[in-house]
């Protein structure tokens, strides 16, 4: 059955928005998107006016851990601020303790998302298979991520890839948590199948302090828990430049947080096609700071939004990370920030065919209740629960 959806404003995201808009649709694909009146003899079946309705792309959430969501009480308890390896420990503590948390199951966290908009989710966790169940109505991008710093690490990550074929996606944790070897295996490895290598990077000022010197809170947070065992040496350099010095570098590298990146750190970037992740909400949460989205931006980086887990997040909801997004830079257009919880995470994920509306993107698409002027500001900055429809 072909279908016209009408609304006050449709937003294809890669095209400018149409006040009076239309999108008619088969069952499975889009087939055409413009102004009502161009489309209204266009040949269908139904014809559905949504009056007071905003119709977009789903949201695409480019960095979360589902795993993590039974200890979301961790995602509201109070943090000093920077003090990331406190952080990291009590996460360790729970994982590591009888008690595995009471916070949502990861299949209610991940049900959660879709009736929260998302419809499209990179998904990182410890275990082999992906935490939740079947997904339904959302397109789940499951990877699993290795670490290991010492020797003993590094060899206990090599033999986990070589335990699974090639197809099974692996990744890396972060440049302060895994060796040299065990980063460049996993990033070869993926370079091979066509995947993407997603790593945290730069989320904290320790970590830049210990790639720097190999001291400071993380050295001792390694020295405390045994895996320190001296092998490592600090590259000297911060985290963007060690991973390009690597050879880790590339369109399918995805840089999550990019917090504490100095500018020619953000030109690196750029100038290796690097895909970038911003978490606003878990960097609010845990006091790290700021990333830079306008000097990404000025240089050509399209950054994508992620929620990261409810350990360090009072919320997964991408509508959340807007808002904090355009609190922490008002400079930024709320069109901008809109296109980067939709078109630029499918685009940092490689799904062309999601992100935005246009003839052959796929169903399904948002509905959203809109009452407001200009509609991407209303989508950025009010901050009411978004009532919404999957069409
Ligand atoms: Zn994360």
Not at 7 to 32: K, M, Q, Y
Not at 135 to 142: C, S, T
Request: glycine share 10%.
């Amino acid at each position: 059955m072909i279908t016209l959806h009408r609304a006050p404003w449709v937003l294809p995201i890669s095209s400018p928005a149409l006040a009076d808009g239309a999108v008619i649709v088969d069952e499975e694909r889009i087939l055409a998107v413009g102004p009502y009146a161009d489309l209204r003899l266009e040949g269908h079946d139904l014809a559905l006016d949504h009056e007071a309705r905003i119709l977009m792309p789903g949201l695409v959430n480019g960095h979360c851990h589902l795993e993590l969501s039974p200890f979301a009480h961790l995602g509201r308890q109070p943090v000093v601020p920077a003090a990331m390896t406190a952080w990291i420990a009590d996460l360790l503590a729970l994982r590591a303790g009888e008690d595995q948390g009471h916070g949502p199951t990861p299949g209610a966290a991940l049900a959660a998302l879709q009736a929260d908009g998302v419809g499209l989710v990179l998904d990182i966790g410890n275990a082999l298979l992906p935490p939740t169940g079947p997904a339904e109505g959302v397109d789940l991008h499951y990877v699993t991520e290795l670490l290991g710093l010492s020797e003993q690490g590094t060899k206990e990550g090599l033999q986990t890839l070589d335990a699974h074929a090639a197809g099974h996606h692996f990744t890396c944790h972060a440049p302060y948590s895994t060796s040299r070897s065990l980063l460049q295996a996993v990033k070869k490895r993926a370079r091979l199948a066509g995947q993407l290598y997603p790593i945290h990077v730069a989320e904290s000022r320790d970590e830049v302090e210990f790639l720097q010197s190999g001291q400071g809170p993380f050295r001792t947070f390694l020295e405390e828990r045994g895996v320190w065992d001296g092998t490592f040496t600090p590259p000297a350099t911060g985290p963007v430049h060690y991973l390009a010095h690597l050879d880790l570098l590339d369109h399918q590298t995805l840089c999550v947080h990019a917090v504490h990146l100095g500018e020619d750190e953000i030109q690196m970037l750029a100038a290796k096609k690097a895909k970038v992740c911003l978490c606003p909400g878990s960097n609010r949460f845990l006091g790290v700071g700021r990333a830079q989205p306008e000097k990404m931006l000025a240089v050509g980086i399209r950054p994508c939004l992620g929620t990261d887990s409810l350990a360090s997040n009072p919320q997964l909801s991408m509508w959340r990370e807007m808002a904090i997004l355009a609190q922490d830079h008002p400079g930024l257009p709320a069109e901008t920030i809109v296109a980067m919880a939709t078109r630029y995470g499918a685009e940092a994920l490689g799904q062309s065919r999601q992100g935005h509306l246009q003839k052959g993107s796929c169903r399904p698409f948002l509905a959203v209740a809109y009452g407001g002027a200009d509609p991407f500001e209303f989508l950025v900055r009010d901050l009411a629960p978004k009532e919404l429809r999957w069409l």
